[in-house]
């Protein structure tokens, strides 16, 4: 009789319990998936005329809650969670984990229910970033990890990208609602940067046996180019300094990607989204010197390429290759997941390029970018649903 190898007894336990407060991850990611679908169909009500907002300018209203509802709950989640794993020390887990998602949910929770007072609808979304900030910084200054401490002050950052929003909307000061919103992109995308080069290339080659190309001119210029053109773009977005440091700042992050690149990697559907995800950010880079030098359609072409683009695409694949590790699961997502993939990408194609290349089509191409956001965060919810609400199938804690 033959003997089948181990790794071919892949035979998972019977699943008892529920585990939605665990690890970081489970509950934002969850959460994440499900308001991704929400806002942007509540969205396009709005841009329908179907449906009226509260105190925040739809605009206002739309960018804040992509921002520091759904990316900073993805956010949330994968910092929580991959603290643990730098510093050996336990993140919040349980009641306490449960509580900080309530503060999360809170402040969501302020802007969709109508007649709350606006200063308590700002102090409960203002006050989950601080906290979080802090509930990060504690393992990361406990385990004395250098490297680790920006995080922690670019939740810092996110804070005040919040409190120039919320200043506004209360009349306090009149103006910052925008600089506010570019600010938190801008911030999203820095993080995005760093982690980026930091999972990337390692999951790149653990895959395909492969070696990520580096080169330490290019790592030096990274943070320099793009820390450089994110404060050009904040406080002079139609400039020439701005034009030469997106540029560059482009050139860098198109040259670290084609580093990490092999061929072999389109036949890894959880590697091809983090890769197309980074490309994203070069584009934008690209798309945010053009406009600086004077190409108006593409300004919002550029903070798409950053949102809808980097941030919607790196996020997906994050949260799917994320909730599968950490549950004890193969690194192997469902075919659907693929297609989540795809339509995330189709999204942000539609959102960045019609415009610019077709104008005429800007609502159409607008509504076909939410819809297919729509489906692709709601593939990711329904299909990971099980998974994060459920134990590790290897009975291991988180």
């Known amino acids: 009789m033959a003997v089948l190898p181990i790794k071919d007894l892949h035979i998972q336990p019977k699943l008892t319990g529920w585990a939605p407060f665990a690890l970081g991850f489970r509950p934002f990611f969850l959460a994440a998936g499900l308001y991704a679908v929400l806002m942007m169909g509540l969205w396009l009500l709005v841009l329908r ?21 759904f990316a900073v709950a993805v956010i949330a989640g994968f910092l929580l969670t991959a603290a643990r794993n730098w510093t ?36 409960v979304d203002l006050a989950f970033l601080p906290t979080l900030a802090l509930v990060l910084a504690l393992p990361i200054l406990k385990a004395k990890q250098l490297h680790n401490y920006p995080f922690p002050v670019m939740l810092l950052v996110l804070v005040l990208a919040n409190a120039l929003v919320h200043a506004d909307a209360l009349g306090w000061v009149s103006g910052t609602a925008s600089t506010g919103l570019h600010l938190a992109v801008y911030a999203i995308v820095a993080m995005m940067t760093v982690m980026g080069g930091r999972v990337i290339p390692s999951f790149t080659d653990n895959k395909l046996g492969s070696r990520a190309r580096r080169w330490k001119s290019i790592e ?35 040259t670290r990607l084609a580093g990490w690149t092999t061929r072999k990697l389109w036949s890894v559907p959880l590697l091809w989204i983090l890769h197309l995800g980074y490309a994203w950010i070069a ?100 299909l990971y649903m099980p998974i994060l609400l459920r134990p590790r199938v290897d009975g291991k804690p988180g």
């Open 88 to 123: 050996g020390l336990p993140t919040p887990a349980g009641l306490p984990l449960a509580a900080l998602f309530s503060l999360w949910l809170a402040g969501r929770l302020g802007f969709l229910i109508p007649g709350l007072p606006a200063g308590l609808v700002a102090a």
């Open 220 to 254: 030096w210029l990274v943070p320099v180019a793009t820390l450089g053109a994110l404060v050009a773009a904040l406080f002079a977005p139609s400039s020439t300094i701005t034009a030469i440091l997106a540029t560059i700042a482009a050139g860098v992050h198109g």
């Open 49 to 69: 005329g179907s449906l009226s907002l509260g105190e925040l300018a739809p605009a206002v209203w739309h960018g804040h809650e992509m921002l520091f509802g």
């Open 283 to 382: 584009l934008g880079f690209a798309l945010l010197a053009l406009s600086a030098a004077g190409w108006a359609l593409a300004a919002s072409s550029a903070l798409h390429a950053f949102t809808a683009g980097a941030i919607g695409t790196l996020t997906l694949g994050m949260m799917a290759r994320v909730s599968l590790g950490h549950s004890g699961r193969m690194l192997e997502p469902s075919p659907l997941m693929t297609w989540a993939f795809v339509a995330i990408s189709l999204a942000a194609l539609s959102r960045v390029a019609l415009p610019l290349v077709w104008p005429a089509a800007w609502s159409a191409g607008i509504a076909a970018a939410g819809l297919l956001w729509m489906a692709a965060f709601g593939l990711f919810a329904a």
